[in-house]
């Protein structure tokens, strides 16, 4: 199975620390694997942790200044996997996630969207119930009721990755 795959082309924390954050995915109080590419809702610090915070999972009203992108250094420990688009988040590990900001520019994979079958320059980008992030033509508009991330874009091809440029709302 196919994960996303993230590139933090513009996002604050790859400047400015406290754009990052350290985060467990743990929707009901379950410790739950992730993929790179998605988006949690901070819901606080772990119990005892001044540094490590709880994920849950995002609603499509989710406040965006409580949502997180993840986007943890691609560290595989099995041989045998090779490829970013093995990568994944593990249950139970503390992922990477950096926070949104109007301007930002991150882009993902297919792996990592909902929505659109086929994206494009323009499409809007919006919180749904789950981690993934949600595509819906421009000329659709956003969902009544969801949260806007923001717009594709670009959408580029690097190797035999095709990425969707992401400009945050």
């Given amino acids: 199975m196919a994960h996303g795959v993230v590139r933090t082309d513009k996002l604050a924390g790859t400047d ?15 410790e739950t694997a992730i993929d790179n590419g998605n988006v949690v809702e901070i819901a606080g610090l772990e119990t005892g942790s001044r540094e490590v915070y709880v994920g849950n999972t995002p609603t499509a009203e989710s406040e965006l200044k409580n949502i997180v992108l993840i986007a943890s250094p691609e560290v595989m420990y099995d041989d045998a996997k090779r490829s970013l688009e093995d990568f994944y988040n593990e249950a139970g590990k503390i992922a990477r996630g950096y926070y949104l900001y109007t301007n930002n520019i991150f882009s993902v994979t297919k792996d990592a969207l909902d929505g659109e079958a086929s994206p494009s320059i323009g ?3 919006e ?3 789950g981690t993934k992030l949600n595509v819906v033509k421009k000329t659709t508009g956003l969902t009544a ?20 440029a992401i400009q945050v709302a």
Avoid at 16 to 30: F, M
Avoid at 149 to 163: H, P, Q, S
């Fill in 123 to 125: 499409d809007i980008v």
């Fill in 145 to 164: 009721g969801s949260t806007q991330v923001g717009t594709i874009i670009d959408i580029n091809t690097v190797g035999r990755f095709t990425y969707y």
């Fill in 16 to 30: 400015n620390r406290a754009g990052i954050i350290s985060v467990r995915y743990q929707p009901s109080s379950t």
């Fill in 127 to 129: 919180l749904k119930a």
